[in-house]
């Protein structure tokens, strides 16, 4: 069974940097066609997604946050950490991990196929 | 703003046929996937691939793709299906993802 655990504060103050861990289960990060993304969620507002990393090492970043995130994975530890710099309490939200498909052939594919249960963090003073 | 655009909110009568769709450029060269979320729940994958059903989700669920418009289709919507559901794709220069704004989906 393929689980996904966020863990992290849940409570932080503005300019501090939030760092968060993804830990899976059920699946290898070593595994090519699959990587593990970040999503985050404000209270009442859409999906955001933050960055992606995959067994290759190729990170992407959300073009609006590239300067204040950080994404690495531990593939012995079965973790994957983000970090978001500079925080903010617009930046108050839930944060998902998903494990994340790629398949490259004929078609295209890319898809967040296993959603962990989020864990939210409050920007605050 | 997002570079997939929803619609806010669809409703439809319980029982009939709802397409909930999903526009941006990347879309004529990436396929949208799906995702349902219920109050307090975590996104569900839905749609993949454009077509692809994820096991477990009931074949009332389809997708389809044309231009740069991807579509989720609802055949004989329930009331479990009241949800909001978000479009996802890459953007389009290739480089990063994007999700759309979202559609909160009422059954009335």
């Known amino acids: 069974q393929v689980t996904l655990k966020e863990s992290g504060p849940v409570l932080v103050k503005p300019t501090e940097t939030l760092t968060l861990t993804c830990t899976v289960s059920?699946?290898?990060?070593?595994?090519?066609?699959?990587?593990v993304s970040w999503i985050r969620q404000p209270p009442g507002k859409a999906l955001e997604w933050l960055a992606h990393?995959?067994?290759?090492?190729?990170?992407s970043y959300s073009k609006s946050l590239k300067s204040r995130l950080t994404i690495s994975k531990d593939t012995s530890k079965s973790q994957v950490v983000l970090t978001m710099t500079n925080m903010d309490p617009v930046d108050t939200a839930t944060y998902y991990c998903?494990?994340?498909?790629?398949?490259?052939?004929?078609?295209?594919?890319?898809?967040?196929?296993?959603w962990g249960k989020g864990t939210t963090v409050t920007v605050s003073s | 703003s997002s570079e997939l655009t929803q619609d806010p909110a669809v409703s439809v009568a319980l029982g009939q046929t709802v397409r909930i769709t999903c526009q941006g450029d990347s879309l004529r060269s990436y396929h949208a996937s799906w995702y349902q979320q219920k109050p307090g729940q975590a996104p569900v994958l839905v749609i993949y691939?454009?077509?692809n059903r994820p096991s477990g989700i009931p074949d009332r669920f389809s997708g389809s793709s044309s231009g740069n418009t991807a579509s989720l289709t609802i055949t004989g919507a329930q009331a479990e299906d009241e949800a909001d559901y978000y479009c996802?794709?890459?953007?389009?220069?290739?480089?990063?993802?994007?999700f759309g704004g979202g559609t909160q989906l009422t059954v009335l």
């Open positions: 990393i995959f067994s290759n090492d190729e990170k």
């Open positions: 998903a494990r994340t498909i790629v398949i490259r052939g004929i078609f295209y594919y890319y898809y967040m196929d296993v």
């Open positions: 059920g699946f290898s990060l070593s595994n090519t066609r699959m990587g």
């Open positions: 996802n794709s890459r953007d389009s220069t290739g480089n990063h993802v994007v």
């Open positions: 691939g454009k077509t």
